[in-house]
């Protein structure tokens, strides 16, 4: 079971608890010079409740590249999706803003379809529709086989590094080259009367039919802690769901990981191309299509492009977009791993990351990846890395792609419902990441009376609630917001 404590998924109801920090800030309201400043962000890690936890930071005016503050800035730290950080910055140096991942449909004239997948994350049912609608303008009204091609990314398609919990939710679904939905099912979860359990509705009303639930929630009152626990099980096709919310509150979407990616795959495009009328005899999976073969492409559909996809991974931290973009890198690698991996394609994306990061002048042993969306806690970066990244990309020929794609305080994104009511609302762009016992910020601040920052807060190794560490991490964000020149 993997645990959605105060909402993971959506993360709406966290600002319940920031609410006394931004009041503080509204009060105190005032600015600090920058000799002021360590003493400042001392008092708040330095407070007896955090006396277990681990804290890295690094502040840096952006243009001169003066150190503001700076708290064991080399040492690693476990970034969670901080990390995303560095996965996008590559993809967009190696890929390009404007690249669009292609998914294609090849017919043989014999009624065999080859359906070959390349990683585009975004294909839903309305892709298959317009592949299915592509087809049926090609004059296709039977197939013999639908066979699916799935090698374009080589290895595992489980990160075997991620925790047993994750690999159950959405936000960890296997990494293939034929996504659909984002290899997640998606539920909804609703409170009903009080003590009842809550209502369980599947968006896709198919999938109700392949799934057993067990349902161990509650509806409690208005005054109780709300919570989700939502897993899977690997072997019988069940559900479990347990946690509770309050009555009268809003829905909460939840999202559970596919087992079986390709098949989920086959079976809804089975499903799409029916209803267009095409009949299909035999589905067929995981055959790699070979040069022998006299292929026609007959259909195609094209991902957003690159620039619009990190957008997604960096405001929604979504890890599907950053898993795929990063294996997009290792594709087009010439590199060979240093060891034997079952991760083949994962192996090179995270060389070849190191190797695009490294040329454009991050320190190449501030940081060490195991995958490409923070999720993993092999993941190693310190707060330099982080800081030297944001400045690059910040002096980038992409660097308004780059930066617009974090999100904003106050405004958008994962940060949307932090900061509000305070100066650093719509003056902070900054990259949030989360997991158990660690929690960071990363990006850019726009002081009132002081030049532009680029800053990475990150504390670790906590056995403390999240909204204990965010809101000591914005009290710090506040006080870098309130910094003026002096004399």
Known sequence: MFKLYLKQITITFLVLFLNPLIALSQETNQEICPTELTNSIDAVINRPIFNRSRW???????????????????????????????????????????FRIRTSIYGDGKN?????????????????????????????????????????FQGMVVNPN???????????????????????????????????????????????????????????????KEFVEVGRDFIQPIIRISGQLRIGSASEPVYVAVVEPVDNFLNKFRQVLESEGIRVSRIVKNSQITSNLNLTELAFVESPTVGELIEEVNKKSNNVYAETLLRQIGVRSRLVPNKKSDNQTLA?????????????????????????????????????????????????????????????????????????????????????????????????????????????????????????LRTAIDEIVLLLTQLKSCS
């Open 56 to 98: 890295g930071i690094l502040v840096e005016t952006l243009s001169e590249k003066t150190t503001i503050y700076s708290r064991d800035a080399e040492y690693y730290f476990i970034p969670a999706s901080t990390a995303k950080l560095l996965t996008t910055a590559a993809a967009l140096q190696q890929l390009r803003p404007q």
């Open 348 to 468: 090179k994306s995270l060389e070849e990351v190191k190797v695009i990061l490294t040329r454009l002048g991050v320190t190449p042993n501030s940081f060490r990846l195991n995958d490409g969306s923070g999720l993993s806690r092999h993941n190693l970066i310190s707060p330099e890395a982080l800081v030297q990244t944001l400045r690059i990309m910040a002096n980038s020929p992409w660097a308004n792609i780059y930066i617009n794609s974090l999100p904003v305080a106050g405004v958008s994104g994962t940060l949307s419902r932090r900061f509000r009511n305070s100066f650093a609302e719509g003056n902070v762009q900054a990259k949030t990441g989360t997991i158990s016992g660690v929690s960071g910020l990363a990006g850019y601040i726009q002081p009132r009376n002081f030049q532009p920052l680029v800053f990475s807060i990150i504390v670790n190794q906590s056995d403390l609630e999240i909204k204990d």
């Open 162 to 224: 991620w925790e047993w919990e994750d690999v159950q939710a959405g936000y960890g679904a296997p990494i293939n080259s034929l996504i659909f939905n984002q290899n997640a099912i998606d539920l909804v979860l609703s409170p009903q009367g009080l003590g009842q359990p809550l209502k369980v509705t599947f968006v896709n009303l198919e999938e109700s039919k392949k799934w057993q639930i067990e349902n161990n929630s509650v509806t409690v009152a208005k005054n109780e």
């Open 112 to 152: 065999n379809i080859y359906v070959v997948g390349r990683g585009d994350p975004s294909l839903t049912e309305t892709q298959l529709k317009n592949l299915a609608e592509q087809l049926k303008q090609q004059g296709v009204e039977t197939i013999n086989q639908l066979i699916a091609d799935d090698t374009y």
